[in-house]
């Protein structure tokens, strides 16, 4: 795919004058021709969101004099997760690729150490949540950068006029436009009941029990909310104690209220749920709203998106960050630095965003205020508490902090949504907790 | 000389042949080369990875480190392994069966139509088998949809309750092989029915002569025709049904709770979506062994047949 090989010195001295609008790019651009970069993006879900990162590479490329190739890949039929795996087996493919949440720590050997790209980003933009320096930095090292395109908070997605006629929420007046949030009130008991509430007026939530990722992020998140870890971060397995015992138990109460066949939801259940307008809530970033937005615009103008209740542990939402990460083959390491430092700008992260309409999460502390957010509709201001504006919950992923390799597997084998399902569906506490324990034993295997 | 190309007597005796031009012009040595790119294609796509499939098997987690039948000792304490083989030979066998016993009584059917027709029908009975059946299986999983799934309406007309067909275990099985059988029956009924074409008639008119039934004609004449073919069938689609991916990956991604989990499913999801290539490795190599097994029984009984014959 590369052709030459050309050194950060190579490419250096190739170049003659600085550019001003790269401050923290390692290298500087001139009039010579400065390599190929082959880059590997996730391919959005949004229609014509691609199109905002294709031009902001095409104008780095026509900038730097680097010759650069894309591809957007999609994540159906996890063609991206098949090509990162067959790059990492065949060591040549792209030389910048993006990876999904758990992957910069799985391919964390063949990885480029990016600290010299991530320290003045974050200097620049804000500390990133305790999320993605989990899933993207290991030892020091920081393995990828958090991208812009495709991160997402998987939040609580509402019918306005749903909840107010069976549970007598206002969920506009618990999270303003433009303000931060009041919502003391907003607690798994007040959840509970809501969902009883929603089911009984033939609206139910819609929270899946599957085995993919919409279904895992959400109880991964509850997980947090009651404290309850499965592995903790030494890698011992502490599944059995109290904590888990109350999320089962109060998971098991929430089923009640859920349809009877959420256990075989996947990730496109919940969506569906929320546009056929049979649910009134939903967990899921703003693309259901997007596709109610599109074919049912009189869904799209009761949706709301908002924050997670409070457990006893706290509020968790779940967050999973895509990252743009550089292999340790690639022949232009320096210009592949400089273009994810130019794709990590305020301004390349709000075209992005916009592009997308506001689905993209830029993960930095100070990019969390684009006014698409505030001024998307209908309804207006839907989606000003999507990225947490106000640090109103804690940003997570389910089975942190156990260490990666481990938390990937009960991640990705869905233990924590299989346990509520056991649990729910009559089987003894115990037996649940035993199935669990072997389940980690054997994912703590070297 | 049999094993030598027919050439011209007098060019031969004009000019004395190298060895190399010798072994050229054996038959069995064209055949060689003309067969070379097929064979050089199965063993890049089919015996490099194979090779390095079990290559895989034998490392540990991290692939730094060789561990031998470590991934083998592993995977037989697992509770969930065991389920995946059970799944496997339970999803296979009963789908060869119920394939198997469709497609002969399809292929009846269909024998028995005057020809002038039966092309229509031959046609319409092999468009599941020619559909893309990642394709076709996506219309099953709307048709099984959680929430709006169309038998289920059909269902509620008659006043019968909705079927969770992917959200329970025992449902979800069935529909898995149930897609399974909807797929693979029309490959049985095509090679049955050409089989039924090359009974010769006279079989069954000498049959008819001496008082045979209609089951005592498939019981004496048909089937003992077809055994072989019977046999072959089978061992093609078992291998072919134990290594399925598509239709269970499609309809129920392994679930609920693993119970619709085979072999393939579940090496993808220990080995790419978990991370553990080795391990994905060494589950997806334990076809091998029963697939071989069965082949065996299957290939040494037609054997026996053929030299009896």
Redesign the interface.
């Known amino acids: 795919m590369i052709s030459r090989k050309v050194g950060r010195r190579r490419f250096v001295a190739g170049t003659a004058v600085a550019s001003a609008a790269f401050v923290a790019a390692p290298f500087v651009r001139g009039a010579n021709a400065a390599g190929k970069l082959s880059v590997g993006f996730w391919d959005h879900w949004v229609p014509g969101a691609n199109k905002a990162t294709e031009a902001l590479v095409k104008e780095w490329g026509e900038k730097n004099k680097v010759e650069v190739s894309m591809d957007f890949i999609t994540s159906q039929g996890n063609k991206l997760l098949l090509t990162t795996a067959a790059e990492s087996q065949a060591k040549s493919g792209h030389d910048v690729l993006a990876f999904s949440t758990w992957l910069p720590a799985r391919y964390s050997e063949q990885l480029v150490p990016m600290n010299d790209v991530m320290e003045p980003l974050i200097k620049e933009n804000g500390a990133v949540n305790g999320t993605v320096e989990y899933l993207g930095k290991l030892n020091g090292k920081w393995l990828a950068v958090p991208a812009t395109s495709g991160s997402q908070i998987k939040g609580p997605c509402s019918r306005i006029d749903l909840l107010k006629k069976h549970a007598g929420i206002d969920i506009q007046a618990m999270y303003p436009v433009g303000g931060a949030p009041k919502a003391d009130a907003w607690n798994l008991d007040n959840f509970l009941k809501a969902a009883e509430a929603c089911q009984k007026g033939g609206n139910p939530f819609g929270i899946g029990l599957g085995t993919t990722s919409d279904s895992v992020d959400t109880a991964g998140a509850l997980f947090h909310a009651f404290g309850a870890q499965l592995v903790n971060a030494k890698g011992d397995i502490v599944v059995k104690n109290d904590q888990v015992r109350q999320v089962l138990d109060y998971y098991k109460k929430l089923m009640q209220f859920l349809p009877a066949d959420v256990p075989s939801w996947d990730d496109a259940s919940n969506n569906k749920f929320l546009v056929s307008g049979q649910g009134s809530l939903i967990m899921n970033p703003p693309s259901a709203w997007a596709v109610a937005k599109r074919d049912a615009p009189q869904v799209a103008e009761q949706l709301w998106t908002h924050g997670f209740p409070v457990g006893p542990k706290g509020r968790y939402a779940p967050f999973l960050p895509y990252f743009w990460g550089i292999w340790n083959f690639s022949k232009n390491q320096a210009a592949a630095k400089s273009l994810i430092t130019f794709l990590s700008q305020p301004s390349s992260a709000e075209k992005m965003t916009n592009a997308s309409q506001g689905y993209d999460l830029p993960s930095f502390e100070k990019l969390t205020t684009f006014k698409v957010w505030a001024e998307e509709s209908p309804p207006k201001g839907t989606l000003y508490h999507y990225p947490n504006p106000h640090n109103h919950q804690t940003l997570s992923i389910a089975a942190a902090p156990a260490p990666h390799k481990i938390a990937e597997q009960i991640y990705t084998q869905a233990i924590q949504t299989q346990m509520v399902v056991r649990y729910a569906k009559g089987e003894a506490m115990d037996k649940t907790l035993d199935w669990a324990a072997k389940e980690l034993e054997g994912f703590t295997r070297n | 000389m049999a094993d030598v190309a027919a050439r011209n007597p007098a060019a031969l005796s004009a000019q004395p042949r190298s060895g190399l031009h010798k072994l050229m012009q054996r038959k069995s040595t064209i055949a060689f080369l003309m067969a070379l790119p097929l064979i050089l294609l199965i063993a890049i796509l089919v015996a490099y990875p194979a090779g390095y499939a079990v290559y895989l098997a034998t490392l ?3 692939m730094t480190r060789f561990v031998g039948f470590g991934n083998f000792e ?1 995977l037989f304490g ?3 392994f065991w389920l995946v083989v059970y799944q496997s030979c339970l999803f296979a066998i009963t789908a060869v069966i119920f394939k198997a016993i469709i497609g002969f009584v399809v292929a009846h059917f269909v024998h028995n139509i005057p020809s002038k027709g039966q092309r229509k029908w031959r046609g319409m009975l092999l468009v599941p088998w020619v559909i893309p059946p990642a394709m076709s299986t996506l219309a099953w999983l709307w048709l099984f949809d ?3 799934s169309a038998l289920n309406w059909l269902l509620a007309i008659f006043g019968i309750e909705g079927i ?1 067909w ?2 329970e275990a025992g449902w ?1 099985r069935f529909s898995v092989i149930l897609v399974n059988v909807w797929i693979g029956s029309p490959f049985f009924m095509i090679m049955y029915l050409a089989a039924l074409k090359s009974v010769p008639d006279q079989l069954y008119e000498a049959a008819s002569i001496d008082g045979a039934t209609w089951w005592q004609r498939i019981w004496y004449v048909t089937l003992p025709m077809m055994r072989n073919i019977i046999a072959i069938t089978a061992l093609f689609s078992l291998i072919v049904t134990f290594a399925n991916f598509d239709i269970v990956r499609v309809l ?7 119970s619709t989990h085979i072999f393939g499913t579940w090496a993808f ?2 080995g ?6 080795p391990l994905g490795a060494a589950v997806s190599l334990f076809m091998v062994p029963i697939l071989a097994v069965a082949a065996t029984f299957i290939l040494r009984d037609i054997t026996k047949r053929g030299s009896e014959v």
Do not use: W
């Not at chain 2, 129920?252 to 693993?258: C, D, E, H, R, V």
């Not at chain 2, 790419?272 to 290539?277: L, R, S, Y």
């Open positions: 540990n987690k991290g592993f697992r509770d969930t959680p929430s709006y969770p992917t959200g979800a129920t991604a392994g679930g609920p709770l693993n999801r220990v790419i979506e978990g991370g553990d290539i």
